[in-house]
């Protein structure tokens, strides 16, 4: 059950957006039992991002929410993957780009809770 939310502070084309989601939905099976079937994603462009007190660069905040837990080699392993995707699809620099993760206990779904 992950959901992952990207803001940043470019616009995002239609073709590009669909990159983004269809490899996000590749990396997400980087963390044990997760996979792209019970992925959700948002995606908000032009976001007001602010690094170091200026916006002129490209910037990438990223909060990935997860039921359950993960290992550190996991999260290290999602974060390198995502870190490459905007790379390559926004042009943002990694020193540019954060990544949260949120480890959630309660999820609900379709009426009712796991």
Not at 4 to 23: C, D
Request: hydrophobic share 35%; proline share 4%.
């Amino acid at each position: 059950m992950p959901f992952i939310h990207t803001k940043v502070n470019r616009p995002i084309a239609k073709e590009t957006e669909q990159e983004l989601s269809r490899r996000m939905g590749q990396a997400i099976s980087l963390l044990p039992g997760k996979n792209e079937s019970w992925l959700m994603l948002q995606f908000e462009e032009n976001c007001h991002l602010y690094f170091k007190g200026d916006n002129s660069k490209g910037l990438a905040f990223v909060n990935v929410k997860l039921f359950g837990a993960s290992t550190d080699a996991a999260y290290e392993n999602l974060t390198a993957e995502i870190t490459r995707i905007l790379q390559d699809t926004l042009s943002i620099s990694p020193d540019c780009i954060y990544v949260q993760y949120d480890e959630i206990d309660h999820w609900g779904w379709n009426g009712s809770n796991f």
